[in-house]
């Protein structure tokens, strides 16, 4: 189930906690981002990634075409994952890309946190949920100790990617809800 939940950057109190798809979709529009949910592929969890981008070939296709972005893939992770541990640290800090972060979630969850104009939204997304992270928004993404998702990401540039470290604790600060 999808959850937004918003925190005054500086004295940590909550400000709002939704899981009304459109009132996040809305809330995260406000500081730029996409929100959005896609019908569900009637696929397994575990289906692999030729039948994932097939099944969502449509609303993809629209989706690259709107925004101009390139291709898409799929990645997985899952408990079992031997470097899950270092995948996990590597987005865990505050951070920026030179290109949007957009990510749609086949299966499991994960939370993308923006820390944007004096407020932190954690945006808890799940299967059906597509979200972008504009170029050079500071967040992070946490999917858990336990990760277990494949998600579709669309790029333009992989190269965009990289993450660019802020150098700040704001992520140790708010930890993302990931239950």
């Not at 099944?55 to 690259?64: C, G, T, V």
């Not at 865990?92 to 299966?107: G, K």
């Not at 993404?141 to 470290?165: I, K, L, M, Q």
């Amino acid at each position: 189930m999808s959850r937004l939940t918003v925190w005054n950057a500086d004295t940590n109190d909550q400000l709002l906690v939704t899981e009304d798809p459109s009132r996040i979709a809305a809330e995260l529009k406000a500081i730029g981002v996409r929100f959005e949910q896609w019908p569900r592929a009637d696929l397994p969890a575990d289906a692999d990634a030729d039948a994932i981008l097939a099944a969502y070939r449509p609303h993809l296709d629209a989706f690259l075409a709107a925004t101009g972005a390139g291709t898409a893939d799929v990645i997985k992770l899952t408990p079992d994952h031997p470097q899950k541990d270092a995948m996990r640290a590597k987005f865990l800090s505050e951070h920026t890309h030179t290109e949007d972060e957009v990510r749609f979630f086949h299966s499991g969850t994960g939370n993308f946190v923006l820390h944007m104009n004096g407020k932190v939204f954690d945006a808890h997304c799940g299967p059906g949920d597509l979200i972008s992270v504009p170029a050079n928004s500071k967040h992070w993404f946490d999917a858990g100790e336990s990760p277990n998702f494949a998600v579709v990401r669309v790029f333009t540039d992989t190269t965009g990617w990289t993450p660019h470290y802020t150098g700040t604790d704001m992520a140790a600060r708010f930890p993302a809800a990931t239950a």
